[in-house]
């Protein structure tokens, strides 16, 4: 490892000689105009500041490959804090930095040509110098900074240096590198600090945990100031609520640095100045393995002395001196040809699902993946039967999780495969976990062999302890769960809030009657109804997929418990006894929109009372408050993800109850499941297309696409699926965006009476009653929720305004049928809180 160059010794000697002799002020922290830096005699003119802690100058990145540079003094490998031109060195020779007369700092190579400027010619500039602070500044004679190097940072930030809408950090491409590579460190558009990998093929983000939302990541998304920097004590504070700080923080003239590394970890480091070493005294990703794009295409990354990368059976390196390249396979997987799987246990590869579905059994996950020719391998999870096709295998890693399973495709007539169980056996993945404390360790070597007798003698150790802690664990566990039975005894329950109640579990099972009356049966659990002593009837909702500690499961619930709205399920209790984790809910007599919507619809029960219109407008206006109130005024700004009219309850006089929010959020709080539903959450029909893709963030516009399904749905009567479908058998293949484009050129038109289409679109049903303004209007607000790209959806507060005011026009002038009328709502409705609708006249 060559990283001190005879540069740096020469530089370094040059300034012990200047720090023995300090008090002679001969060395030079500033640039005059007119000066400058020649690459040559780099040792005699470098700029220190004041205090001598940074250097700045020509720092040697390769044989003959120089950069203008700023570096920690005191640090033994002269570690780069900042580079002007990092991805375009210069010569070795006849290369200069020069404050040029016209006032800008420029770095020329040795034919003349400027590579980098600080672009301040024109300006009255007098001097560059570089602060104790590390910063490079460039300024007039009065000391008016015109440009300094903080406001371009590259991979680290120093004390007071933000990160900003207009600032990140991109990682070194390799160790000791100058050049950019793939990771950085920025502000998204929803204001939230992000690590992201951006590579050549794919792009993800992977630090704050991609499966939790932003508040469960402890951020905000509500602040765009997007300024984010720690100061010299090392506590970092940013406006997304991001905080954290060093563990050795304090004032002790310690020099920190933040850096974005080469292997996409961000981490936070302490010079100890007396040996020029550095510590890391915090680290974004306590796993290295979560970090995304390290393994290339097909790799997975294990532990072993350090995070390393492997290929699986029948797969080779791509090129063993750069793993993010990945693995090629060995063989060809040619559509249509005989496919067997071999199953890969305790790993898994993030993202690129061609769809997910839970419980289903394996066999039926197995033909998904074999029928598509897209489909390389799939993620099965036992017990839960979670299934997740995989397009394309990326970000592959040992995975804790017992029960996940990769099964990769391989053709039959592969010989080289051992077919059953491929490379891991999941031992590694006890490691997994543990290898979580903060220290310098990089990539290791990157290796693909293990060695054994390191890795067996940590994994003793490994089970040794953890047996001790499944000891002691289950011991505090016991005791709690005794003294919380306990208490259950003494007071009969615990009130968490009023009118909100631990129920127990024999209360409930005496209220359902033994759980026999199950009136639903969702993805999240089924439902049964009952009726307590006190002759209320209620839902019971068994949730019994959810094992995370009883005060989560009770805090979550505590949040969704004071959620008081008339449009949405009113949470009564729960029950939280080991296994059993239930929902207390009102109930709801009408059952779930999709009876009263589709119910009839094939024809089986045409005895069925139809929808009429009027109670179909106040559904949607119903749903739209509910999602508004939960979106923008609720204190917890829940995002609901999974509206359909499953969800969507009718009281006596079908008035909307939303039901299941804030149910994701139970969920994704829990370690087994949470994956699946930050995947995929959600129903299928029914998901905003952002859900599928990954690394996009998830916020309250996913509902908004939802809802816009089901305005769809309200107006036609009809599962959007299937009318797709069948409008699919007549012209190519459809799908809701197709629908809706097609809408909104149907809307566009302006012939003054119902057109026929819409005549022919509305749930014939209704035999013609409806209000056809209303009818328009609701879908031209149903063709803009569902728009593909979610900033372009209107929000949900503007949604009940359209609503109401498409309302109130019904209740002036609904049934007069009048063409005058008609053109009047028009010009009404361009005027109500200033939506312009525009409708068919
Ligand atoms: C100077 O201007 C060039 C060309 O517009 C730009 O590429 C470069 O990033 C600028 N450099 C700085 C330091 O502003
Ligand atoms: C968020 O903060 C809470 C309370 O301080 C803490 O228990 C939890 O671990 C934090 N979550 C994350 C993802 O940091
Ligand atoms: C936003 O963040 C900035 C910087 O952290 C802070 O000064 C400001 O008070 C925050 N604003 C709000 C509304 O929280
Ligand atoms: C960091 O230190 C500050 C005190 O300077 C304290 O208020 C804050 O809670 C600490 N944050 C963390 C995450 O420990
Ligand atoms: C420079 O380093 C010394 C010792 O490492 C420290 O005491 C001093 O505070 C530092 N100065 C600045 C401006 O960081
Ligand atoms: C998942 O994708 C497969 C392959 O494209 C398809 O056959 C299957 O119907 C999909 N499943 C669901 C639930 O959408």
Redesign the pocket.
């Known amino acids: 490892m060559n990283r001190v160059h005879g540069l740096h010794l020469i530089v370094l000697t040059s300034l012990c000689c200047v720090a023995l002799s300090a008090g002679e002020g001969d060395r030079r922290s500033v640039l005059w105009r007119g000066g400058s830096i020649a690459v040559e005699d780099a040792a005699d003119s470098v700029l220190v500041s004041p205090s001598g802690n940074f250097s700045c100058g020509f720092y040697k990145v390769a044989t003959n490959a120089y950069t203008l540079a700023v570096w920690f003094t005191a640090s033994a490998d002269a570690t780069v804090a900042w580079t002007a031109n990092r991805d375009t060195p210069v010569n070795g020779v006849g290369s200069r930095a020069e404050l040029r007369k016209d006032g800008s700092l420029v770095l020329q190579d040795y034919d003349g040509r400027v590579v980098w400027s600080t672009n301040t010619s024109g300006t009255p500039a007098d001097r560059a110098q570089l602060l104790d602070t590390g910063n490079l500044v460039v300024s007039d004679a009065a000391g008016n900074r015109l440009w300094q190097s903080f406001d371009w940072p590259t991979d680290t930030l120093l004390p007071e240096q933000p990160v900003t809408r207009y600032r990140q950090l991109v990682s070194a491409e390799a160790r000791g590198s100058p050049y950019s590579g793939y990771y950085k460190f920025y502000f998204d558009s929803s204001n939230i600090l992000n690590l992201m990998y951006d590579g050549p093929e794919i792009s993800s983000n992977y630090w704050p945990d991609p499966f939790k939302k932003w508040w469960d990541n402890n951020r905000t998304a509500f602040?765009s100031?997007r300024?984010g920097s720690f100061d010299r004590r090392g506590v970092f504070?940013?406006?997304d609520q991001l905080q954290f700080n060093a563990s050795d923080m304090g004032d002790g003239g310690v020099m920190r640095r933040l850096t974005l590394d080469y292997d996409g970890n961000l981490r936070l480091y302490s010079l100890d100045a007396a040996a020029g070493r550095w510590h890391v005294t915090w680290v974004a990703v306590q796993r290295q393995c979560d970090v995304h794009g390290l393994c290339g295409r097909y790799g997975i990354c294990t532990y072993s002395q350090g995070p390393t990368c492997s290929c699986p059976d029948g797969y080779v390196p791509h090129d063993a001196s750069d793993w993010s390249k990945g693995c090629r396979r060995t063989f060809d997987v040619r559509c249509g040809e005989d496919v067997a799987f071999a199953e890969m246990r305790h790993t898994d590869y993030w993202g690129f699902d061609l769809n997910y579905t839970a419980g289903i059994s394996f066999d039926t996950c197995r033909r998904l993946c074999l029928v598509d020719c897209r489909c390389e391998a799939f993620g099965y999870r036992q017990g839960t039967g979670e299934c997740y096709p995989k397009i394309s295998l990326w970000n592959g890693r040992v995975m804790s999780i017992p029960y996940q399973t990769i099964y990769l495709k391989f053709p039959t007539g592969a010989k080289n495969l051992n077919p059953s169980l491929l490379h891991f056996d999941g031992h590694t993945c006890t490691m997994d976990e543990r290898d979580a404390t903060v220290s310098s360790s990089y990539l290791h070597g990157r290796r693909n062999t293990i060695n054994f007798i390191y890795f067996y003698s940590f994994l003793a150790v490994v089970f040794v302890v953890e047996a001790i802690f499944v000891v002691v664990g289950y011991l505090f566990v016991f005791r709690a769960d005794s003294v919380a039975a306990g208490r259950v005894g003494d007071e009969g329950y615990s009130l968490v809030f009023s009118h909100f109640r631990r129920f127990t579990y024999d209360e409930l099972s005496d209220a359902t009657c033994g759980f026999r009356d199950e009136i639903a049966k969702g993805g999240t659990g089924s439902v049964y109804k009952g009726v307590l002593e006190d002759g209320r009837s209620i839902a019971v909702k068994r949730l019994d997929e959810m094992t995370q500690a009883d005060e989560v499961f009770r805090s979550e619930l505590s949040v969704i418990g004071r959620i008081n709205h008339m449009n949405l399920v009113r949470i009564w209790g729960f029950c939280s006894e080991h296994p059993h984790r239930l929902l207390v809910s009102e109930f709801v007599e009408n059952g779930s929109l999709d009876r009263a919507l589709f119910d009839g619809d094939d024809g089986e029960d045409n005895t069925g009372v139809v929808l009429p219109w009027r109670s179909r407008y106040k559904i949607a206006v119903g749903v739209a408050k509910a999602l508004a109130y939960l979106h923008h005024e609720c204190l917890e700004w829940i995002v609901h993800c999974d509206v359909k009219p499953e969800n969507i309850l009718l009281d006596g006089d079908f008035e909307p109850k939303v039901t299941d929010f804030g149910l994701v959020k139970l969920l994704s709080r829990d370690a087994g499941s949470h994956m699946a539903l930050s995947r995929v959450q959600g129903t299928r029909g029914y998901i905003a297309p952002e859900c599928w893709t990954v690394g996009r963030s998830i916020n309250g516009k996913a509902d908004v696409y939802s809802f816009g399904v089901v305005l769809l749905e309200l107006v036609r009567g009809q599962r959007v699926c299937d009318w797709v479908a069948a409008a699919a058998t007549a012209d190519g293949a459809w799908n809701v965006q197709r629908l809706a484009a097609w809408l909104k050129e149907k809307l566009k038109c302006d012939d003054g009476e119902l057109p026929a289409w819409l005549e022919e679109l509305v749930d014939a049903r209704l035999r013609g009653d409806f209000n056809h303004v209303q009818a328009a209007g609701l879908l031209e607000l149903a063709v803009s929720c569902v728009d593909g790209e979610p900033s372009r959806r209107p929000s949900m507060s503007t949604v009940v305004h359209k609503l109401i005011s498409l309302d109130t026009i019904e209740h002036h002038l609904y049934a007069t049928h009048e063409l005058a009328a008609n053109a009047a709502v028009v010009s009404l409705v361009g005027d109500v809180g200033g939506h312009q609708l525009r409708l068919p006249c």
């Open positions: 602040n100031s300024h504070t940013a406006s």
